[in-house]
């Protein structure tokens, strides 16, 4: 999910995942998933639907279209992805083989003898998870009653900029403009962590459209962006930090104050997760001359911290039990310090690996290799070792911090009441803190706060976290 919405997901997991892995016998590591070539078969046709279960306990969705020519397309609709190109899809016996060149990945399994269902493995990176596909006649759709749908009672215009800063960088988003004489009060919507759309999309739900459709009634302008390499944004993100994202929304801003629409001295910003970090790091700057801001489920802690408590309660979540949450929590205090501190990807690698009490990283299994993977790259390293504090005590516009109090990945006891504390000691008298009872990260009403309900909820946005966002901004814009 990251596309989820979300810090980092499988790194929230992480610690279950090794501290379940076999130890003296384990099989040596397998190979990157190769590039298949499509061996002899006979080609499959229709449409399979099915899920794999992620080590954290999330399903993820996918959909197989086979063109009976050998190959075919494939969705993953809870990441907004759709129409990508399968390399081979083929059948032998009841042997089947299904793969994808990018990304690269391969289904392998049998087929049941009247054809209307896949079992087997689908491996990717090294890793290998069990996967079943029925056969259906179009892909199922989710229930989400939220998402506004046209025609709206405002105006709607594609915008597209640069980010004058970082080279290749061109932004593009929806650019919401209230009925009535403006300029109007505008708020920039920046997405949590990992590649988001403009709509923040997650298992079909559209949080920042669903915000940006109620703001637009209550005559506030916004405008949200697709993430860089995400729709019809550009940039290079192998390197990219929460710092380079930061830029991005300064070139939000900066746009949006050429915008005759928009009230250039009432641009305020709402940022969602790792978007609630990066709000203050902009807003910190006096010469943005951000208006206001609210943070949704943003950290007041290192991200190392998030992190330990977000992998814990995820476990907790999913009924895994205190041990193993605790065990996470040990797994992590060995491993964090490492990836935060060794620059060099494979040293960091087989450093982690030894403070598991293993000779170096080959002796890893290939998923837990997968998930260690993530903790090296540039974007993880700096939101491990990155504290938002001194950012947040420089924010002196008004600030609304909301938790829900049931989220798992920015745990509202661990971040809340650090927030408010550095605003409120820094001399910020226009701070609203609130922890939202039956909430999760998304802002759901949820039984356990786990990731695996995410999907399954209908409710996108709870309105009473809508009402008081809309509400709040107004009185302060108007």
Known sequence: ????????????????????????????????????????????????????????????????????????????????????????????????????????????GKRSTDGTSLTGAFEQGGASLEMSLKKVAQVSTLRRPQTPKAPFPYKTTEVSFPNPTEVGVTLAGTLNIPTGNGPFPCAVFITGSGQQDRDETLFQ????????????????????????MVGKSTGDIT??????????????????????????????????????????????????????????????????????EQGAAVIKA??????????????????????????????????????LGLADSKALPASAVAQLQQLTNPWMRYFLRYDPAPNIARVTCPVLALNGEKDTQVLVTQNLPVIEKLLKDAGNKEVTAISLPGLNHLFQHAKTGGPSEYGQLEETFSPEALKLISEWIVARTK
């Open 205 to 228: 739900h559209k949080p920042f459209a669903v915000i940006a459709d109620d703001l637009a009634r209550q005559g506030i302008a916004s405008l949200r962006c697709d993430d860089r």
């Open 318 to 355: 999913a009924g895994m039990g205190e041990a193993v949450a605790a065990q996470a929590r040990a797994n992590q205090a060995k491993l964090l310090p490492i990836a935060k501190t060794e620059p060099n990807p494979q040293k960091a690698l087989d450093a982690m690996a030894k403070a």
């Open 1 to 108: 999910m990251k596309r989820i919405l979300i810090l980092s997901l499988a790194a929230a997991c992480l610690p279950a995942a090794l501290a379940q892995k076999p130890k003296a016998k384990t099989k040596p590591q397998p190979k990157p998933t190769p590039k298949v070539k499509p061996a002899a078969g006979v080609p499959l046709t229709g449409i399979y639907e099915g899920a794999i279960t992620l080590p954290n306990t999330l399903k993820l969705r996918m959909a197989f279209h086979f063109d009976g020519k050998g190959a075919g397309t494939w969705d993953s609709p809870d990441q907004s992805a759709r129409g990508l190109k399968l390399a081979s899809a083929l059948a032998t016996g009841a042997n089947v083989t299904v793969t994808s060149a990018t990304p690269p990945w391969r289904f392998t």
């Open 239 to 308: 390197k990219a930090t929460s710092a380079s994202f930061a830029t991005d929304i300064e070139a939000t801003v900066a746009f949006l104050k050429t915008r005759p629409e928009v009230n250039a001295k009432k641009i305020g910003l709402i940022g969602h997760s790792e978007g609630g970090l990066i709000a203050p790091m902009v807003a910190a700057k006096a010469e943005n001359g951000i208006a206001f801001i609210v943070m949704l489920a943003g950290p007041g802690v290192p991200g190392d911290q998030v992190l330990i």
